[in-house]
């Protein structure tokens, strides 16, 4: 496997939700696994809370930046990843992966997220930044988009 290609697709957007689905319905029709690292992570701490209580939030952030990084060795595999998880494993990911961020529109977001218009705005800038591609999304039809995204992966090999 030529080690510069992306080995991995990863879907972000600024509604996690939408990601997932999006993520998951990506990965089934390429045959990919399919990865919410959120929910690896919850996994992994088992009861977030309570974990919280008797070790620390040091402790907690730790097993989440251990359990991306992980995630980011994994090979054919569409993760969904939220925006704060993104932004604290992005340099583990921007080398082996096909980021794509799905750009919905602000009211989408303020309906749909706890996110508020001035942070919509930078963090809407800071993922144009990152991403390996940007979809604007228009219309919020979930297979609609996914057809839009594996359009525009057609003819990339990275497994």
Known sequence: ???????KIVIISLCEKFSNEIAKMISQDLGMLFCNARELIEY???????????????YVKDVE???LKNLASYENVCISLSYEHFMT????FENNS???????PKNYIKENEMVSFLDYDERKKNLSELSTCLVCVRKLDKNF????VLKIL??????
């Open 145 to 148: 988009v996914k057809d839009k």
């Open 65 to 67: 930046k251990k359990v």
């Open 1 to 7: 496997m030529n080690k510069n290609l992306p080995n």
């Open 98 to 104: 096909l980021i794509i961020f799905l750009d919905l």
């Open 89 to 92: 494993s992005y340099k583990s």
């Open 44 to 58: 992994e701490l088992i009861d977030r809370k309570r974990v919280e209580e008797i070790a620390s939030v040091k």
């Open 154 to 159: 057609g003819g990339i090999l990275w497994i």
